[in-house]
């Protein structure tokens, strides 16, 4: 029987599997504790467990991470690292420097099968679902590194590569892990989850009682021009779409972001932002406006500068509060699937 890795045990999974060991319950918080304040990775340091105990853990346990296979460094801070996992695979995870803090970006999957035509990520089919330990190990590493200049993380994103409402389970397993007082700690309110808009996933969401973000990816303002940008569209039309994010937002009782990215002569006329209006009145939702990252398998460009002012000058001006995502690490392979993709490009 290959060995359970102790990172992607969610607290209440981990007292049972204590009780069904004979252990007490409070073994799951000593081994966070252990794990997560004192960083240790190694049962034989865990002084206050017995001998006995620890020996059954290093027989039966692991507390392994993933490799830093490629670490890039932006001027701005910005941290991107391509991670190798224990089969060999490779997933991105990327720290940009907030004023408020140290946000990471995690993956939640290897590929992806959504298959957006903007996106980078998509360019390598869904392989499998990450693991839970494999999203958590992505803090741990980031953490690592960034004890060395006496910081931590602070913000979470699942927007890395993959569809987190594809792979529920683990994704709600890491948020719980992260979110745990005696694990990383890190507030409901500093962890969001972004969908492409599987309604699912939104309506299933809706009934976890967390206080987290959930951002949904719309990208455009009528079906037409998403069926275009968003293989999922089709499945998931936007008035069924809009259906969920009102259920979402009665149930759970918190509004939700639209991301849209800016492209160039595809989604971002005056026109657009008039129907987008339309489209989202009757929800309390905000609109994030995000610059697009050019990929270079595709013809996208980024809208300019002017008429994403006018856009959002627009949405403002209709009672709709309204962001534009602030870049980071334009310098390095910053943008989601990029250091992926390049690094298989070379090396085939
Ligand atoms: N599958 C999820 C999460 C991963 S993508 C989702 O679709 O939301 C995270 C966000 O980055 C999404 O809004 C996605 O549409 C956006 N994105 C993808 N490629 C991009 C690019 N090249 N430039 C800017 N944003 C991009």
Not at 104 to 133: D, P, W, Y
Not at 206 to 219: C, P
Not at 248 to 259: I, P
Not at 261 to 267: E, G, P, R, S, T
């Amino acid at each position: 029987m290959s060995k359970i890795n102790l990172l992607g045990c969610e607290i209440s999974k981990l007292e049972q599997m204590m009780i069904e060991r004979g252990q007490k319950k409070f073994r799951a918080t000593q081994l966070y504790t252990w794990i997560y304040e004192k960083e240790t990775l190694s049962f034989d340091d865990m002084s206050d467990i017995s001998l006995r105990f620890r020996e059954e853990l290093n027989r039966d346990f692991t507390l392994s991470l993933p490799k830093i296979y490629k670490k890039q460094e932006s001027k701005d801070g910005t941290i991107k690292l391509l991670l190798e996992l224990e089969d060999g695979a490779k997933v991105e995870t990327a720290l940009m420097p907030y004023r408020y803090g140290n946000a990471i970006c995690v993956s939640s999957q290897v590929g992806c099968n959504m298959a957006c035509a903007f996106c980078a990520s998509g360019l390598l089919k869904k392989q499998r679902n990450l693991e839970t330990h494999e999203i958590v190990g992505q803090v741990y590493v980031m953490n690592q590194l960034l004890k060395e200049k006496g910081e931590r993380v602070s913000h979470v994103v699942v927007m890395g590569t993959g569809e987190p409402f594809d792979n529920y389970e683990n994704v709600l397993d890491f948020i719980r892990i992260i979110n745990h007082p005696k694990a990383f700690a890190i507030g409901a309110r500093h962890i969001t989850v972004s969908t492409c808009g599987l309604v699912p996933g939104i309506m299933r969401y809706a009934h976890e009682g967390m206080q987290t973000n959930l951002a949904i990816s719309l990208h455009a303002p009528n079906d037409e021009i998403r069926n275009t940008l968003m293989p999922i569209s089709k499945a998931y039309p936007l008035d069924k779409l809009m259906e969920a994010v009102k259920y979402y937002e009665k149930e759970a009782d918190r509004r939700v972001t639209f991301e849209y990215i800016m492209l160039k002569d595809v989604n971002d006329t005056i026109e657009c932002a008039r129907q987008l209006v339309k489209l989202i009145r009757g929800t309390k939702a905000y609109v994030n406006l995000i610059p697009y990252n050019p990929v270079d398998e595709n013809s996208f460009r980024r809208s300019d500068e002017e008429n994403v002012h006018r856009f959002f000058s627009y949405l403002m001006q209709h009672g709709i509060t309204t962001t534009v995502r602030k870049e980071f690490g334009n310098d390095i392979d910053a943008a989601c699937g990029q250091l992926r993709a390049k690094e298989q490009h070379e090396s085939h």
